[in-house]
């Protein structure tokens, strides 16, 4: 019993994209983007029901429509006779650790080279096909996952393919992902992909709030009595969106209309005309829905607010969104001058999902979360929050997300040093950790992974993914004059199967140990520092790399930020870092062992890659042996084989080299700020010892 969509107070810009997917698949998708907790994926899931349903022919797996069945349906032919049936649409959800036989479907090699039948068991694409295929934390989808998803979007169909044997199907289907952008951006590609974007956030509003929860409540008290008491409304919404459908094909864009289009994505500079096409398609579904034929100037409003804001960034670290002056102004100059437009637009979109059923106050909600739904909330205030001292406030840093424009209404007291602004990040070479990993798909480290060049092959545990072809007739060959081979043709059986070993590159855990004390010196040298930390996180980003970061400075050291998918929350924490005070190294690498303790247990495969920023310095209170301490918390750290490497942050005529000998402990490389840019050369940690 899901939740009936008619009930889902609030979110009015992420319903209306997934009605006007409905309506127009044509749209191309939604990306939703928000905290936890806003019942994003309660809405998508709600959305099944209200679609319109799907003639298919009976028996056939891949959803083939009976007046126009794939030719090239793996169940097929159909014939004309063949009975149809009529199904609700369906909502297909993508898990992110989802395997690439569990998407694309299955083909089973070993009754294809044993028996030879072509055996064919449908994957996820196959099951959304005429539907909806909703993947949730869709920015952690590994790389291979989103290609593939990239490959069937585009081309409307699934290919698979396994040492020769083949089979293809349709697969159309409307793309709906959720994410938390605390967690990871998502990749350029896969963000164009999607035709809207949605921001969403909790209702600031009170009352609207306790609507919430009083339907929650009564939908947990009893799930069916609540879905009883929505049916009519649900129904009403799926009459309408039918209704829209059907009006759809007489929707016309005048050249007037289309025009405002055009100058409205000029006007924010997007690239290419996917844009223009998409804002389009969504105004022209916008007038279908609210039963116009005609496309007004609202619609365009609404559409572009939609479709743009996610296809005019331009690093992953831009604030997204879009700016409603700069909307309105485009509008106005766009209009046809001899029909000076006499209904004035309303300020917000008109909000056709609150039609039947509303019981909820909407005005008011819009835009102030349109504005800063994504601005402040999701950010920084959410995770166990470092003193930030306003910081950010002083300098607004070049690469900081999601603009803190006005946000900081906490205004904590000023450190004793205000945050340096980092100096310009740049291309760093490619650290590593020794060895072979077996963690999930990245760009850093070697690891056995289900992608990559062929280094050998084994006995499967399953079924046979990637066959070894060669070992594979080596291990039968001694078999054939036993087995009765008498003419051509091997005979193989179930033993002779090899899988293939595959080496590619795994993500790792990169967890900055930050020097952030007074021994840093000047701010000229702070600057550098975070200029090189930051080049190090874009990197991490482009790795896949989860990362952490850890500073040390006063009477402390403190988990800024734990580990995380967001180099974005990284870069931020590292921007807004107050310095100075004395130098608890000891207490940074302690910190850093107790983290990556937690984290094994959390993530075992994921391995870590230690990166200490420090010119080596330690101090601390009355006395004491801080350099001795640091030297055996380093020591902790090597014992239990964590790869680091030291970034000697030293500057200055006269230098000590205690970075070096901290190195040396850590059974780590040490090398010097200004080397890690070096050209694309590929540096591997040496093994602790
Ligand atoms: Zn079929």
């Known amino acids: ?322 700016d409603d002056d700069t909307l309105d102004q485009a509008l106005t100059d766009s209009r046809p001058d001899d029909d000076p437009d006499d209904d004035p637009t309303p300020p917000e979109g008109t909000d056709p999902t609150d039609g039947p059923d509303d019981g909820s106050p909407p005005p008011g909600d819009g835009s102030p979360d349109h504005q800063d739904g994504h601005s402040g909330g999701a950010e920084g205030e959410s995770a166990p929050a470092p003193e930030d001292g306003g910081a950010a406030d002083e300098q607004p840093p070049t690469t900081a997300p999601r603009g803190e424009g006005g946000g900081h209404t906490d205004a904590a007291p000023a450190p004793e040093k205000a945050a340096v602004a980092p100096d310009a990040a740049f291309r760093v070479q490619r650290l590593e950790v020794p060895g072979i990993g077996a963690g999930a798909a990245g760009r850093r480290s070697k690891a056995r992974s289900e992608r990559g060049r062929v280094v050998g092959s084994r006995r499967p545990e399953g079924s046979v993914t990637k066959l070894h072809l060669v070992d594979t007739v080596l291990a039968a060959a001694p078999h054939q004059r036993a087995r009765g081979r008498t003419g051509a043709g091997l005979r193989l059986q179930h033993e002779d199967l090899r899988q293939a070993t595959l080496e590619g590159r795994e993500g790792n855990l990169v967890l900055f140990v930050v020097d952030a004390s007074g021994s840093m010196g000047a701010r000229s040298r702070m600057a550098a520092v975070k200029g090189a930390v930051l080049s190090l996180l874009m990197d991490a980003y482009q790795r896949r790399d989860k990362v952490g970061l850890i500073t040390f400075r006063g009477g402390d050291a403190e988990l800024t930020l734990p580990p995380t998918w967001s180099v974005e929350a990284a870069a931020a924490r590292l921007t807004s870092l107050p310095t100075g005070g004395r130098t608890p190294l000891a207490a940074g690498l302690l910190r850093a062992h107790e983290t990556l303790r937690l984290e094994r247990v959390r993530d075992p495969q994921r391995r870590p890659l230690l990166v200490v920023v420090t010119d080596g310095r330690a101090t601390g209170p009355r006395g004491g042996d801080h350099l001795s301490d640091a030297r055996r918390a380093a020591g902790l750290l090597a014992a239990a084989g964590t790869a680091s490497v030291v970034v000697d942050c030293e500057s200055g005529p006269v230098r000590l080299g205690l970075a070096a000998s901290l190195g040396t402990a850590l059974g780590a490389q040490t090398m010097r700020l200004e080397e890690l840019g070096a050209e694309s050369l590929v540096r591997t940690v040496r093994e602790a010892a």
């Open 1 to 322: 019993m899901t939740y009936p969509f008619g009930a889902v107070v609030g979110m009015d810009d992420m319903r209306l994209a997934l009605l006007l997917n409905a309506v127009s698949p044509a749209v191309g998708g939604v990306l939703v983007r928000g905290e936890k907790g806003t019942a994003k994926s309660t809405t998508v899931r709600a959305l099944a029901a209200v679609l319109p349903p799907v003639d298919v022919v009976a028996g056939c797996r891949f959803a083939c429509d009976p007046a126009a069945p794939d030719p090239e349906c793996p169940d097929g032919p159909h014939s004309a006779d063949d009975r149809p049936v009529t199904r609700p649409a369906r909502l297909v959800e993508l898990p992110v650790g989802a395997s690439e036989d569990r998407l694309v479907g299955s083909l089973d090699l070993e009754r294809a080279l044993t028996e030879g039948v072509k055996s064919f068991e449908p994957g996820l694409l196959a099951g959304a096909h005429r539907g909806v295929l909703y993947v949730d934390e869709v920015n952690l989808l590994h790389d291979h996952l989103v290609d593939l998803l990239l490959d069937a979007a585009a081309l409307g169909r699934a290919y698979v393919e396994r040492e020769g044997v083949s089979v293809r199907h349709a697969a159309r289907f409307l793309l709906v992902g959720t994410m938390n952008p605390e967690e990871g951006e998502l990749r350029p590609q896969l963000l164009d992909r999607f035709g809207l974007t949605v921001e969403v956030a909790a209702p600031r509003d009170a009352d609207l709030r306790a609507e919430v929860v009083r339907r929650r409540f009564g939908y947990d008290a009893d799930p069916a009595a609540f879905a009883a008491a929505w049916a009519v409304s649900e129904r009403e919404l799926a009459d309408q969106i039918a209704a829209a459908r059907a009006l759809l094909p007489s929707v016309v864009l005048s050249d007037a209309a289309l025009r405002q289009v055009t100058s409205v994505c000029a006007a924010f500079d997007v690239d290419g005309l996917r844009a223009d096409l998409v804002t389009a398609r969504a105004a022209i579904a916008h007038a279908a829905w609210c039963g116009r034929t005609d496309v007004t100037e609202d619609d365009v409003r609404v559409a572009a607010r939609l479709a743009l804001p996610h296809r005019r960034r331009r690093n992953p670290f831009d604030a997204p969104g879009l």
